[in-house]
């Protein structure tokens, strides 16, 4: 079965300080994508990240880093010297490629809300 | 801005009652999918269309249908609504393929029922 899991339901942090998603999945499938995206208190979707199976090199974006390690099916999601306007909820996605469709297997999601 | 569009961006209604909610994928997507994002239910895909046929479904009503016209919009018919279907509904599209190209999310529907 397909399963994302996002333990870490609320984290708060100060600004500057650096903060780390966990993201945990479970799959039977050898080809998947994993994806992270943001959702701020306006409430839309935006995405961050698409990561391959086969690519475990990790990946770093400004500020934003993200470690894929498939021995422990985890894909994490650091952030550097948080800032305000990262305020927001974090969905962890799957998406497998063996069948018809790649409809997207969301965890449960993580606030993160940054103070000044 | 993701390219794609949904209208309305807010629907209260009764229950009982019968809502279309529209989405315009991004130009030259040929997917469309339909997620619910309820608080007890987290994010949840609902049915993706591709090309004007339907590709996949998941946890979608009896009550609810979807269909992706010629032009590549696509509608979600929610009937007999239910105070429990009260949730964002979001649509996202993709590029052409099942190739798991990233997904573009909607600025959503979020519908009240009463």
């Known amino acids: 079965a397909q399963k994302v899991t996002q333990a870490q339901t609320e984290i708060s942090v100060v600004e500057k300080e650096d903060v780390t998603l966990d993201c945990v999945y479970e799959?039977?499938?050898?080809?998947?994508?994993l994806f992270w995206y943001k959702q701020p208190p306006s409430g839309e979707l935006v995405f961050l990240i698409r990561?391959?199976?086969?690519?475990?090199q990790n990946e770093i974006s400004g500020r934003y880093s993200w470690n894929f390690q498939k021995s422990t099916s985890s894909f994490n999601f650091t952030i550097t010297a948080s800032q305000v306007v990262d305020s927001a909820v974090y969905f962890c996605?799957?998406?497998?490629?063996?069948?018809?469709?790649?409809?997207?297997?969301f965890g449960t999601g993580t606030l993160l809300a940054v103070q000044p | 801005d993701s390219g794609v569009t949904q209208t309305p961006k807010h629907l209260i209604t009764a229950t009982g009652q019968r809502v279309t909610l529209r989405c315009s994928p991004r130009?030259?997507?040929?997917?469309v999918y339909w997620y619910q994002q309820s608080l007890d239910q987290g994010l949840q895909f609902l049915i993706q269309?591709?090309?004007?046929?339907?590709?996949a479904k998941g946890n979608i009503l009896e009550r609810f249908s979807a269909q992706q016209f010629p032009d590549l919009h696509s509608e979600l018919n929610l009937s007999s609504l239910e105070l429990g279907d009260s949730a964002l509904y979001f649509c996202?599209?993709?590029?052409?393929?099942?190739?798991?190209?990233?997904?573009?999310f909607g600025p959503g529907t979020r519908l009240t029922v009463t």
């Open positions: 996202a599209s993709s590029s052409p393929g099942t190739a798991n190209y990233e997904q573009y």
């Open positions: 269309y591709y090309n004007g046929e339907e590709r």
């Open positions: 990561r391959n199976s086969f690519d475990e």
């Open positions: 130009s030259g997507d040929l997917s």
């Open positions: 799959t039977r499938d050898t080809t998947y994508y």
């Open positions: 996605a799957l998406s497998e490629r063996g069948g018809a469709t790649n409809k997207l297997i």
